[in-house]
């Protein structure tokens, strides 16, 4: 099976091989694969939301546990690449906000995006339900604007808030410049039939093994039964 992926890796162009390992995965959203090489054959999709805290909790595992074990030298380098999927739940209204934000932070300075990641679960009580409702949309976003700036500067931090603003629309309803992944990551969930979050697939089917509390150990013992290559 190695020597087949080996092959095909010398064949083709680095743009087609990032096409055929994300077929699901448009363009634009490469800086969501957040751990592993961009052509690992086996993909992680993990679902997640800014203000759940089993993701918060997943954020941490993926940090700390499955970065270093896909890094090169890692115990999986080279094998496994993990995306992260944004999972939007509308149940919590201030999670468009977040979404956004992190979507406007990886065009602006993409190799930030997990930082900024981080750093929203790190504060996501900030971002609860009854924080949230004592403040304003434009508010949340200028909150969300300086935990940017926390990250990547004031001045990149600057152009973030540039696409969080309200696009012109004859009915006033245009949403902002990163809407149109919202759209896209929400469909992509529908089809995919995600509901909970954090949920994760391997290679692309939902797998219900992992879970937000998940260690070390437990991680290592499913990737050496899932890795094939």
Request: hydrophobic letters at 45%.
């Amino acid at each position: 099976m190695g020597s087949i992926f080996s092959s095909l890796q010398s064949l083709l162009s680095p743009d087609t091989l990032f096409i055929w390992y994300n077929m699901a995965l448009q363009p634009d959203l490469k800086p969501f694969i957040v751990a592993g090489a961009h052509d690992a054959p086996h993909t992680l999709d993990i679902f997640m939301d800014f203000i759940c805290p089993y993701s918060a909790k997943m954020g941490t595992a993926i940090e700390t546990v499955l970065k270093p074990a896909f890094a090169p030298g890692g115990k999986f380098g080279g094998k496994v690449k993990v995306i992260l999927r944004q999972q939007l739940q509308p149940w919590h209204g201030s999670g468009l906000f977040l979404h956004e934000a992190a979507l406007a932070v990886a065009r602006v300075a993409p190799d930030h995006l997990w930082a900024y990641c981080l750093l929203l679960w790190k504060h996501q009580l900030e971002y609860m339900d009854e924080e949230a409702s004592v403040l304003t949309p434009l508010q949340v976003r200028e909150k969300l604007i300086g935990l940017a700036a926390e990250v990547i500067g004031k001045e990149k931090a600057s152009e973030v808030k540039k696409l969080l603003e309200f696009r012109p629309h004859r009915m006033r309803n245009g949403g902002v410049s990163t809407s149109e992944e919202i759209r896209y990551v929400v469909r992509f969930g529908r089809q995919n039939g995600i509901h909970v979050s954090p949920t994760v697939m391997w290679d692309g089917l939902i797998t219900e093994e992992p879970q937000s509390s998940w260690g070390e150990q437990q991680w290592m013992e499913f990737l050496t039964r899932k890795v094939i290559v």
